[in-house]
């Protein structure tokens, strides 16, 4: 089946350490995107990727990294600068291909907290 | 800064009535529309989407569009129990890069 698999489903983070969260999708979409949610918020964008081995900061980029080395995968590192790391962590992908802006779709996501 | 406004509510309505949920954005050059449906807990699912002037019609939804007046609206009928959910409006500019969400709007459809 063609989705966007997010893993893991719940995470645990410790002061001080960097986690990682994978994002996966077979959809052959170029685009993909990591989104921050907190309770009772909207969706607020942290990085976003059109290509290959480019990505830009989104709004609330300060204490988080991503890498795209595949078309596939955008993993996004939770460092120890952000203070305040827990929420609801989307990755969404979608195609650019066609004259219209095709939708985002989304991934189950991941809800990471602090020990 | 490109706003997107959606009345957090919550909106209730009774079984098998008509939900109207709106949007509305500050950005003139919006081109593309979106209405996300979000349960509790999980995470959002594409219900519609609309790039033109007027109605789109797709089962119980309909997606309405008025560029001029800069506002996009959802209109559920004959609403279930099961439709309950934040409701979320996201518009793209230009390429499409981005996204802009608004905060959702809460439905609650009482049996």
């Known amino acids: 089946d063609g989705g966007i698999t997010q893993s893991p489903k719940y995470l645990f983070r410790k002061e001080g350490q960097n986690v990682t969260l994978s994002c996966e999708q077979n959809l052959n979409h170029d685009a993909m995107y990591w989104y921050r949610q907190d309770p009772g918020q909207g969706l607020r964008l942290i990085y976003y990727s059109q290509i290959v081995n480019d990505f830009q900061k989104g709004d609330i980029a300060e204490g988080y990294s991503v890498s795209r080395e595949k078309k596939e995968s955008f993993p996004l590192t939770v460092t120890s600068a952000q203070k305040n790391p827990t929420a609801f962590y989307l990755c969404?992908?979608?195609?650019?291909?066609?004259?219209?802006?095709?939708?985002?779709?989304f991934g189950d996501g991941t809800r990471l907290s602090i020990l | 800064q490109k706003e997107v406004e959606q009345n957090s509510g919550p909106l209730s309505v009774p079984e098998g009535a008509i939900a109207s949920l709106n949007c509305t954005y500050s950005?003139?050059?919006?081109?593309?529309f979106f209405w996300y449906r979000q349960y509790s807990g999980k995470s959002p699912e594409l219900i519609m989407f609309i790039y033109s002037n007027g109605d789109k019609e797709d089962g119980r939804f309909t997606a309405q569009l008025n560029k001029a007046s800069q506002y996009v609206s959802l209109l559920i009928r004959d609403s279930q129990p099961s439709d309950s959910a934040t409701y979320l409006c996201?518009?793209?500019?230009?390429?499409?890069?981005?996204?802009?969400f608004g905060t959702g709007t809460s439905l609650t459809v009482i049996p």
């Open positions: 996201a518009v793209t500019v230009n390429t499409g890069n981005q996204f802009y």
């Open positions: 950005d003139r050059g919006s081109q593309s």
């Open positions: 969404a992908s979608r195609s650019t291909q066609g004259l219209r802006n095709q939708p985002q779709h």
